[in-house]
């Protein structure tokens, strides 16, 4: 058996998390099911032994392709201070269309500015990790704060003869807090995703995948999305030889 070290009590901790924000759930009300898919390219560059930087783009449909959900373009940069903990920020300028059966009144823009540390670490085979980030954004005119607490975890399940993962899994689950005009945080989103990571070459992975979206608009009134999500993941090191 492997001694815990630090990173393991943390992602502990954050579980435990994860358990006690059930408490915040609402009552049950009127819940709305619907169907979206999730298209996007996440490319990451390492630049120096601990800096890296992320460029992302989703482009998010309803009614599986029909019509437009989310447009987001994302850059972020991460510097790892040790082996198994960092630190980063980002920012995303998204645009979120009237969609479903519960729509926002109009189409609105959010530019958003997050802050975050992670934890890595790996239990034999299963590559555990969790993040933390704090999130200041625009909403057409208006600011807005919530924080982001993800727990995720994925193993691999086939190599090639060069040792190369083929195939692999991953699950991960995400709550978002809401902090607004001073009132008291409360639970906003609840995320689940599970899906397959499928080698292509050594530097691409295509990702296959399931995400419950589960969005509480008010306390009574909750929008329950299933998304089948699409990602290319890409990856580059540019550090001198």
């Avoid at 059930?22 to 898919?37: D, E, H, I, R, T």
Wanted: net charge positive; hydrophobic share 40%; charged share 20%.
């Amino acid at each position: 058996m492997l001694e815990p070290n630090k990173t393991s009590i943390l992602t502990r901790n954050v579980l435990i998390i994860f358990l006690l924000l059930y408490c915040l759930y609402p009552a049950k009300g009127q819940k709305v099911n619907q169907f979206n898919s999730w298209w996007y390219y996440s490319g990451t560059y390492r630049l120096k032994e601990w800096w890296t930087i992320n460029l992302l783009y989703s482009w998010s449909r309803h009614d599986f392709v029909k019509h437009w959900q989310i447009s987001k373009l994302g850059l972020s940069t991460n510097h790892s201070l040790t082996n198994n903990f960092g630190v980063g920020g980002s920012y995303e300028w998204a645009i979120i269309f009237p969609y479903g059966k519960l729509p926002v009144p109009e189409k609105r823009e959010e530019h958003r500015f997050l802050e975050r540390i992670f934890f890595k670490d790996k239990i034999q085979k299963i590559s555990v990790g969790s993040t933390i980030e704090f999130e200041q954004f625009f909403r057409n005119s208006n600011f807005l704060q919530r924080a982001r607490i993800k727990l995720g975890f994925k193993f691999p399940l086939l190599f090639d003869l060069h040792r190369n993962q083929r195939l692999g899994m991953s699950f991960s689950e995400q709550v978002f807090i809401l902090v607004d005009n001073g009132s008291a945080p409360k639970l906003g989103q609840n995320r689940y995703y599970g899906g397959f990571d499928i080698g292509i070459t050594k530097n691409f992975t295509l990702s296959l995948g399931y995400l419950n979206q589960y969005i509480i608009i008010q306390p009574e009134t909750i929008e329950n999305d299933h998304t089948l999500m699409v990602g290319v993941f890409h990856r580059a090191d540019f550090r001198r030889k």
